[in-house]
């Protein structure tokens, strides 16, 4: 163990420092933005925006989310990036055309009543989904290459523009504060992200590098490994996204912006946490232990037992100081739900640490065995439905219960070929 911690340490500390101290950023300026929100929209129109994000991440997951993750996969395989990275914008941006005319079709043609606060946002709501798919693919493309430095700057030009865009309207522009300008506004940061990180990778694009031949090559071995992945896409979203929908159809309009607003803190820490292990761990494992899982095995036993104690310590900083905190970061008229944020924090902490034993699964190529595991707990979120009855509580043992088998299941899986390899 001292020879493998001795052989990382060697060339990746640089790396984690920057990776920490990106997701830092991240938290940071997401607390202050919760705080900017939370004063310049109402309580019911806060729960909006949460709605239209969870609608943006839907378009954004199935397929973008699994191409990114195979895109990162196969990185290292391709020599010649210019032809790896045209071929790849190509494929994403006929994706990016199919979702559009698929999500057309889903709000106008079939008429679903639930998304009918989406089509009064629709033009924006797929403008911003077209412009999330691509910064993510860009972010990763930078994080594949290990450009940390790049991805920091990413996170702090965004942070700090949406900062400065929100105390501008909360200061000065309340009469036109609504979640279609506020939309509008994050469109606007992401448009300069892209256009910067384009130019960064403009020298890798070129369309004389399309091929077709090469193109197909590609496609499939993206769809190869992400095809797994697409088959549990929505049920992974659903299992994070569908109680935000139940509590937007079952409870009053306040009740929606409570629990966004509970939901967004509760899940920050432990997202961004297991966050700095993954964007650092996945590129660092593909490149140099990718012919000796045994190492991997022994990385990931040895982070766990920090994550561990760290959120148990985080828990109760949050049982202690929770009210405060919510004063801190919001206003009056959220308190009097605060017993949401250490529940919330619970569900996130056991579906995170579920979270961070996939990076084993993405690493062995074994996304087929994850199937299960995002099947299950969704379809007892689905269940919630009919026992909710009005009682937000009844929701959130059914949350946890459902965090909790994704947990138990990721990790019997990643325990059964662990044992394998000794």
């Known amino acids: 163990m001292t020879d493998i911690i001795r052989k990382f340490r060697k060339y990746n500390i640089d790396e984690l420092l920057v990776v920490i101290i990106t997701q830092f950023i991240v938290v940071l300026t997401s607390f202050i933005n919760v705080k900017l929100m939370t004063n310049v929209l109402t309580v019911g129109d806060y729960g909006l925006y949460n709605i239209v994000l969870s609608f943006s991440f839907l378009f954004s997951l199935i397929p973008f989310s699994s191409f990114d993750q195979a895109v990162a996969r196969y990185w290292y395989e391709y020599h010649d990036k210019k032809i790896y990275f045209t071929n790849i914008i190509i494929i994403y941006l006929f994706f990016i055309i199919v979702c559009c005319i698929f999500s057309f079709f889903l709000v106008y043609i079939i008429r679903i009543d639930f998304l009918n606060d989406i089509k009064m946002l629709f033009v924006w709501v797929l403008f911003f989904s077209i412009l999330n798919v691509m910064r993510n693919f860009l972010l990763n493309i930078e994080n594949n290459k290990r450009n940390r430095k790049s991805v920091l700057l990413s996170r702090l030009l965004e942070g700090v523009l949406k900062i400065l865009f929100l105390y501008l309207l909360f200061v000065y522009g309340k009469n036109c504060v609504s979640v279609r300008n506020i939309l509008v506004l994050v469109c606007i940061i992401y448009v300069i992200d892209i256009t910067r990180l384009l130019i960064i990778n403009s020298s890798n694009f070129d369309f004389k590098y399309f091929n077709y031949v090469v193109l197909r090559e590609i496609y499939d071995k993206l769809n190869h490994f992400s095809m797994p992945l697409l088959k549990w896409a929505f049920f992974g979203w659903f299992t994070l996204n569908a109680p935000l929908w139940i509590v937007k159809n079952f409870f009053p309009k306040d009740i929606l912006g409570y629990y966004s607003f509970y939901n967004n803190l509760a899940i920050l820490i432990p997202s961004q946490v297991v966050s700095i292990f993954g964007s650092f761990l996945l590129p660092v494992y593909y490149e140099k232990f990718n012919d000796n899982k045994k ?44 017993w949401m944020l250490e529940i919330l924090y619970i569900c996130y902490v056991v579906f995170y640490c579920g979270q961070f034993f996939t990076i084993e699964i993405f690493v062995y190529k074994r996304t087929d065995t994850l199937l299960l595991a995002n099947i299950i707990p969704s379809l007892i979120i689905g269940v919630s439905i009919f026992f909710v009855n009005n009682k937000v509580y009844c929701l959130f043992v059914f949350i946890f219960i459902s965090y909790l088998s994704y947990f138990l299941l990721v990790l019997n899986e990643v325990i059964k070929y662990r044992k394998t390899l000794t």
């Open 295 to 338: 190492n991997i095995s022994q990385i990931q036993k040895m982070i766990f037992m920090f994550l561990l104690p760290f959120f148990i310590i985080t828990f109760f900083i949050i049982k202690q100081f929770g009210f405060k905190l919510t004063t801190i970061l919001s206003n009056i008229n959220y308190v009097t739900e605060v």
